[in-house]
């Protein structure tokens, strides 16, 4: 990348970092001492407001970085991706959106503790939620790296090292400082450029192939060296039985997970009402919607205008090819267009990872502080003290988050996220569903629940292809590969389901019928609510 693409690249990423924390430093003089401030910016978000937020939570470097460089590379198959991230929404919007408002007061742990006993449940559903979010959180630092060094010209490790740093360092300012509120409005500032940019890419797209969407796919088909076979399933999943397997396990990961991420359902407790956070889920249903059909249409435009080979040689995982497509739509390398529209690609997608990580982070700050600290101090009514928690947990995750984002910075980021979401589908879906609908469910069928899904999702990742035993592993060096799928939501999250089940089975604890009646008329109506 030469140094024209360069300057008013880093001129855009400068003035979106100046911006974000003029938005910190002006919400943090206001009182940020209370734990509803800081959680839940005072509950004080529109319905809209919310929507754009949840829809910039979760529109995350993998979707727009990853899924259309995983369609560039394998075509269809890399459409799974897109599909999955948006009916996992039917799931939210029916079946959790506004139950958790209405239980919950800030995370995962209170909708469950809520009729059970305290502290064996907030340690276990704090653990789980601090690992989602360190993956979900590996997975923006991985995009961060890989979209430097395409800036920079791939100038060795050095640029995308620091980078990681860059985006640890500023993510534990936006949170520590400005809490819910300030990261809040990033992420609405964030949807609206990301949105912006998107529709920009893709009317160009079109323009290019004069609106016929047949001759684009046919375009992509052709570049791709692998014909019709790229419009068809089949080709990054159809391999064998394992490779469709897999298949299987992603589609049922990315379906379930969302309902169970932990940046996702503390969006639900900053709107007044439970009516408002259903609002909030339509407004993001819409939203989001419409970006994953944009996507799509990045992705091929990818394969065809740039084509396989240049993204791959750019990046293996396929990270770089929307900044490549941009550039390629501009005019090509050293025009004026190129120029202007890869840096606004290249500053949206960092603006999207910025704004990202401040909210998973403060998520998993919350639920150190929230639920692990005070349960193993047991200093429960000191909000005080819980924020100031809050904010030195804000920290340690930072620094895990940087640690392991070096380690995993040749792997794909929305498979990454994959991996994040089969962790969520497993440990924290089945306690919530139980918790929401089951009548008898009870402490121990909580902790088994959570702890049988979480412990096999990591370990089977651990044993996985993932991360030994093949040229694209964390550690090809090694091989201690002992099963077979690069996703283990096939696997983990049965088992989440049936521990939660075994667990209430063996447990001699009497189920409390009037807890169980008071939670279900406060999720069904919001009578007491926070």
């Known amino acids: 990348m030469t140094g024209d693409h360069r300057v008013p690249a880093l001129l855009l990423f400068g003035a979106f970092v100046a911006v974000t924390l003029a938005i910190t430093t002006w919400v943090s003089r206001h009182r940020q001492g209370s734990a509803e401030e800081f959680y839940a910016g005072g509950r004080l978000f529109s319905p809209m407001e919310n929507g754009f937020a949840i829809a910039g939570d979760y529109m995350s470097a993998a979707s727009f970085l990853g899924i259309s460089g995983l369609i560039a590379l394998v075509g269809y198959d890399g459409m799974l991706y897109s599909v999955g991230f948006l009916v996992a929404w039917l799931v939210v919007l029916f079946l959790v959106a506004e139950l958790v408002r209405n239980c919950g007061r800030f995370t995962l742990a209170d909708v469950v503790a809520a009729r059970m006993r305290e502290r064996p449940v907030r340690i276990a559903a704090g653990t789980s939620s601090v690992t989602v979010s360190v993956l979900y959180l590996v997975a923006q630092m991985v995009g961060a790296g890989s979209l430097v060094a395409l800036l920079l010209g791939g100038t060795g ?55 016929d969407v047949n001759r684009l796919l046919l375009t992509a088909a052709e570049r791709s060296g692998h014909g019709e076979a790229f419009l068809a399933p089949g080709l990054a999943y159809g391999g064998d039985w394992t490779a469709r397997f897999d298949f299987i396990s992603l589609g049922l990961a990315l379906v379930l997970g969302t309902a169970g991420l932990p940046h996702i359902l503390s969006r639900f407790h900053t709107v007044p009402t439970a009516r408002a956070a259903r609002r909030s ?205 690069r996703n283990p939501g096939l696997v983990s999250v049965p088992l989440g389901f049936l521990a939660g089940w075994l667990g209430t089975l063996t447990s001699r604890e009497v189920p409390d019928e009037a807890k169980h009646a008071e939670t279900e008329v406060r999720s069904l109506t919001g009578a007491g609510a926070a």
Do not use: C
């Open 157 to 211: 490790e050095a640029a995308r090292a620091w980078t990681v740093v860059g985006v640890g360092v500023l993510m534990v300012i936006y949170v520590s400082l400005g809490g819910m509120r300030a990261t809040t409005w990033i992420q609405i500032v964030k949807a609206v450029l990301l949105l912006g940019g998107t529709v920009t890419l893709t009317v160009l797209v079109l323009l290019r192939f004069h609106g």
């Open 281 to 485: 889920v339509v407004w993001a249903i819409g939203l989001i919607g419409g970006f994953y059909l944009m996507t799509i249409v990045l992705g091929f435009g990818a394969a065809a205008l740039v084509g396989p080979d240049a993204v791959r040689a750019s990046s293996a995982s396929g990270n770089t090819a929307v900044p490549l497509l941009a550039l390629d739509l501009g005019g090509g390398a050293g025009s004026t267009g190129g120029t202007i529209l890869f840096a606004i690609v290249a500053a949206v997608a960092f603006a999207t990872i910025l704004a990202v990580v401040a909210g998973i982070t403060l998520a998993s700050s919350a639920s150190v502080a929230h639920d692990l600290y005070a349960s193993l101090r047991r200093r429960r009514g000191k909000p005080r003290g819980e924020v100031a928690v809050a904010r030195l947990a804000a920290v340690g995750t930072g620094l895990l988050a940087i640690a392991l984002g070096l380690l995993a910075r040749d792997l794909n980021v929305a498979f990454l996220v994959g991996l994040a979401f089969a962790v969520a589908a497993s440990a924290n879906l089945p306690v919530l569903l139980y918790s929401l609908f089951w009548r008898g469910f009870t402490t121990r069928g909580a902790v088994w629940a959570v702890y049988g899904g979480l412990v096999p999702a990591v370990v089977l990742v651990l044993l996985s292809p993932v991360v030994s035993g093949g040229p694209t592993s964390l550690l090809p060096d090694v091989d201690f590969q002992l099963f077979p799928l």
